[in-house]
């Protein structure tokens, strides 16, 4: 009884249609046939007059809509005395609206489930007893040591303290495979606990890990609206126009003006209506079980039809890590001087080369400074007042706006340097190199397959470094040294649709500015993947060109449904133009007709026969080279 009031509530034309259709047939059992047709035409044409309500309004709007031909055929079997016709009509017009729900609903699956396994409450050790409370996982602090039971979600990300753990990470990354972790790895939150209770310290309250960035993005992605009046529009005025017209000369033909209303009766478009957005939530639901986040339909739609694809280099096309080679001090320092105070500016910095730069200073026992003041400019480098003096760090051009003197180390190909100056006086440099990832080769050629007709890479690193990377990936259009205001530049000059690639707070612009912007997500900056358009949750480059694989599967599974619907009701209107279908009969398969479309749509949840397998990536290669025994001298400890 409850959810008949609910679904009364929520759907009360479809309620009222019922009823009407339940007292109409028991007035004509009980030979009340005037009576039957008065009541259901008043109905009816109720229920045409407060569409055409809104109808108006849409066509004042500019926006010439598909229920003129709903309205026309209720009017129309109203008017030839076909009542019951008249009330399949409405019935098939108002339980749209349901059915549709129920079919996003299957197709949504996959999104929601999530939000229902995002855990509400911790079990945390209190430090005076030790003993284990639980607590709501809003109330857990950085540093808090938590206990995670067997089959448990973890619930805010931190340091594994026990030995080992088995962990599920399928719900963020789209990995099937468990994940084998050891003392000291960092644990997100979102995963499941294996088969043995663990212990972890919290690295990060619940609003900022990874399971909760996940939920927010799953919000946003399940409450967005396929570009359902756009898709639908473009059909919805010839679709109408050829309607009219068939029903117009089958009219005229026999004379009969009940031939009008049977052709009208099998040419409401429902298709239009309901396969467009079935097919786009099936897309998003098929991208989230692969570790893909796709926030709206509409990206699906641009994404599909991408014409260039831009590429940022560093944790993109790269894996962000960074090694460092080799440390050339000028005279009068040494590399612990140099590898100091780089470290200690590098603290403040949040380009990936700042990471690798402050764990080879701890790996060799060096000691970080804290500074008074920092800043840190995009692209260029970083300034930091330390307690030694005024420490610039960065490229060679803008370091040596501060310091005279600096002078470029020999560089390998793919290698980079970083310039260091103390009080204006030239310390020295180090370089450093970052492997292409493994998969890159093939994910830029699989984007070049999908009918990408331009890819590039726009980075803000040196222009050799760049060069270096997009030869061994497969580009040949670079444009290096960039600024994020560059990269937006840069997109205004490509072919569009254009897809940004980045994982940067640099990228940010770029991703914004693009008409479909990837964030990858797993590693990137939370700037990165609240702008962009759609979030790689896996360290896993490939899965880019796999969200344009299903973006373009949905895109045919949502025309094909489409056109489907239309060429069974232009078929059932040619066969009723011939005086061979009863409008009661009429309006009855055209219900089949909307469920075939909606079947059809439903298939955008599976991967389809062409559809391209994502591949976990590997790990960055050892690097090797002139400069190794350098690298282990200046990296370990003495």
Not at 483 to 490: C, M, N, Q, T, Y
Request: net charge negative; with cysteine.
């Amino acid at each position: 009884m409850e959810r008949f009031s609910s679904s009364a509530k929520r759907y009360p034309v479809v309620v009222a249609t019922v009823v009407v259709l339940v007292l109409v047939s028991a007035l004509l059992v009980t030979g009340n046939a005037s009576a039957a047709q008065w009541l259901a035409s008043a109905f009816a044409l109720g229920v045409a007059a407060h569409t055409s309500v809104g109808m108006v309004k849409d066509i004042m709007r500019g926006n010439w809509g598909i229920d003129i031909l709903a309205v026309t055929a209720i009017i129309a079997t109203v008017s030839v005395g076909e009542y019951l016709a008249s009330l399949v009509i409405v019935l098939m017009l108002s339980g749209g609206e349901a059915l549709e729900d129920y079919a996003e609903g299957r197709a949504r699956r996959e999104l929601t489930s999530l939000l229902a396994r995002s855990p509400q409450t911790a079990h945390r050790y209190e430090h005076s007893t030790a003993d284990v409370t639980d607590v709501a996982v809003g109330e857990v602090s950085i540093g808090d040591t938590l206990l995670v039971r067997p089959a448990e979600v973890v619930p805010v990300d931190g340091v594994l303290t026990s030995s080992e753990a088995q962990l599920d990470t399928s719900a963020l990354t789209g990995e099937s495979l468990p994940v084998q972790s050891v003392s000291g790895d960092t644990l997100l939150s979102g995963s499941v606990n294996g088969g043995q209770a663990i212990t972890l310290r919290a690295t990060a309250r619940v609003e900022d890990s990874q399971y909760q960035r996940i939920v927010a993005l799953v919000e946003e992605a399940s409450q967005s609206r396929a570009p359902l009046v756009r898709l639908a529009d473009r059909y919805a005025v010839p679709f109408t126009v050829a309607s009219l017209l068939i029903a117009g000369l089958a009219w005229y033909v026999s004379g009969d003006p009940t031939r009008f209303a049977e052709v009208l009766v099998v040419a409401t478009p429902c298709p239009l209506l309901i396969a467009a957005p079935v097919a786009f939530m099936g897309g998003m639901s098929r991208a989230a079980r692969s570790g893909i986040i796709v926030k709206n339909g509409g990206t699906l739609e641009k994404l599909s039809r991408a014409r260039t694809v831009v590429f940022d280099k560093t944790g993109t096309l790269t894996y962000g890590e960074p090694t460092l080679e080799a440390v050339h001090p000028e005279a009068g320092w040494s590399k612990d001087d140099l590898l100091a105070a780089a470290a200690s500016a590098e603290q403040y910095s949040t380009h990936v080369l700042a990471e690798s730069v402050k764990n080879a200073a701890l790996r060799r026992g060096l000691e970080l400074t804290e500074a008074t003041s920092a800043a840190e400019h995009a692209t260029h480098g970083v300034t930091a007042d330390l307690p030694v003096g005024t420490v610039v760090l960065g490229k060679r051009s803008y370091v040596a706006e501060h310091a005279d003197g600096v002078s470029t180390p020999p560089l390998h190909s793919g290698q980079l340097a970083v310039h260091v100056a103390l009080n204006g006086t030239y310390m020295g440099s180090l370089v450093l190199s970052d492997s292409p990832r493994s998969d890159a080769p093939a994910t830029v050629a699989q984007f070049r397959r999908m009918g990408a007709r331009e890819a590039m890479m726009v980075t803000g690193d040196m222009q050799s470094a760049a060069d270096h990377i997009a030869a061994r990936v497969g580009l040949t259009s670079v444009r290096a040294e960039a600024l994020p205001e560059d990269k937006v530049s840069v997109l205004d000059t490509v072919q569009r649709p254009v897809i940004m690639i980045g994982d940067g707070v640099n990228d940010a612009p770029a991703l914004a500015a693009a008409d479909v912007g990837i964030a990858m997500g797993a590693r990137g900056s939370t700037a990165a993947s609240e702008t962009a358009d759609v979030v790689i949750m896996a360290d896993d480059l490939s899965r880019t060109a796999h969200a344009m694989s299903i973006s373009q599967r949905t895109m045919h599974v949502a025309l094909q449904s489409i056109w489907l619907g239309i060429a069974l009701s232009v078929g059932l209107m040619l066969v009723a133009a011939f005086g061979y279908l009863p409008a009661i009969v009429g309006a009855a398969t055209q219900e089949v007709v909307d469920l075939a479309a909606i079947l059809n749509a439903l298939r955008a949840l599976s991967a389809g026969r062409s559809a391209t397998p994502h591949r976990t990536a590997v790990g960055p290669q050892t690097v090797t080279g002139a400069d190794s025994s350098e690298l282990a001298a200046s990296t370990t400890g003495t």
